[in-house]
């Protein structure tokens, strides 16, 4: 796939072949069978892509490798340069993502995607999805005034992050509604308060009484009913939507440029990029960042006491509800003093409290595809074959509560990933053992030494693992730090508060203090009212803003967007 010939189409994990253009799946998020979009074709790299990006700004970076994907035709390259540049120019650092080096001995560093408008990762692709929708927008209501112009109606979950994320980058968005649901009481504060304080009439939070995952099933639900779809136009801010994972692929070369460009790196050496992992989309950019031709030795999936990934990379089976005294790496699976919600831990990294990875369906067509079709077999029947595959996966998940792979597909997942299992009490050590090290990396903060946060400490405990079976000084783990400490005040007040001079206020951004006390708009939905409830609710509400912008002269098409 070049950059100058016409956009590539897109397929559904479920089988479905839409003929979609890359416009269709970013505002569609979701394929009509149920599926996720993945391109036709996983573009390779330029011969001299090494030389020619090594030196690149994240901005130029981003645009080499969207254009991979999204052709001229489709975005013209000075409107996909603009919506890049105005996306990243909202981030509080000049290298939008920075890797900083935690560890000199042990080739341990630290990609940091906090330094966006809400604090954690989500914002990298958010910010840049927020903009891509109101671009597609602009273009189709050019000229067109009041109900004939198309409104999107964005639905999504979260278990905190994309939620806010997914908030600043639409907020004020002409022609765009957006609903957040999230599980009442299960985010933190700041994650809370970041949502809920957000006044503009397009921002709509619902808490629903409920998991992460009920939330992530009610977006799906609403996906797949013909009711609200032949009313209302829906899309998807949540890593279904293609543009999220696409958007992600950057970091991954930017941060490997930032590690090869530094001295502390000898030719020859090999990367590991380990990630905090709950619904798989961060790590799945990674994948596509590695299938592309990033020298990428593995990846390494860390997840926290929701281990349904690590125990599918060690058994084969993926199952929603571990069997009680199963056997993990790292220790046993067992109910401690915790509450399980529906077979969700509740732990101490929230935004990681997932029962099911939406994303792995992506990686499961990959793998069937690699493993079930012979050469003799067309691209038409492999992909039909993949599809069919992952299509019984799924509705064995739906109907049993887990499925179970055989040997050649899990040897597929273990050419590229391995995983660990990271117990709350190692997330806690490891944040109290890092502010202890006297890195480079804590001699550019204003605190005694760096503080993660507790899904960041979980990467790093994970690195801590892997760097036993792949040692310095040949190989260097870039650990993804996914969000900002300030975030999740338990788990780092828990660690940190014995430590001489530590104290939370200093590690509270100015746009974060005082935020607790502002007022709040928020809905709350019954788990028992169903997805229809849910329906009923964003139907009205979309109504009622809908009427109000048309008192206010706000549907006439000439407004400027913000
Ligand atoms: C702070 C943080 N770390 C890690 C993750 C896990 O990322 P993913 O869901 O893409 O696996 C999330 C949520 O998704 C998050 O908010
Ligand atoms: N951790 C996420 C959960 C949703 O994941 P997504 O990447 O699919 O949007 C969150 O913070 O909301």
Redesign the pocket.
Known sequence: MSSHTVSQRYLSTRGGSYDLSFEDVVLKGLASDGGLFIPEEIPSLPEDWASKWQHLSFSDLAYEIFSLFISPSEIPSEDLRNIILRSYSTFRTKEVTPTVTLDTERNIHLLELFHGPTFAF?DVALQFLGNLFEYFLVRRNQGKVGRDREHLTVI????????SAAIYGLRGKKDVSVFIMHPDGKVSPVQEAQMTTVMDANVHNIAVDGT?DDCQDFVKALFADPEINKTHRLAA????NWA?ILAQITYYFYSYFTLINSSSFVSGATVRFVVPT??F?DILAGYFAKRMGLPSEKLVIATNENDILHRFWKTGKYEKKPVHGQEAEGGFVEDGAKAHVDGVKETLSP??D?LVS?NFERLLWYLAYRVYSSDSDSVQQRRATAGEHVRNWLNELKSEGGFHVDESILAAASEDFESERVSDEETLRTIKEVYSWPSPAAKKTSTNGYILDPHSAIGIAATLRSIERSPPPTTHHIALATAHPAKFSRAVDMALNAEKGFSFDKVLPEELAGLEDKPRRLNKCKKADGWEGVRRMVIGEVEAELAAAERAGRRNGSQSHS
Do not use: Y
Request: hydrophobic share 30%; no cysteine.
């Open positions: 989500k999504g979950a979260t278990s905190g992050d994309t939620g992460f801010v949540n890593s279904i999220r709950g619904n989309g935004a990681m997932i939406s």
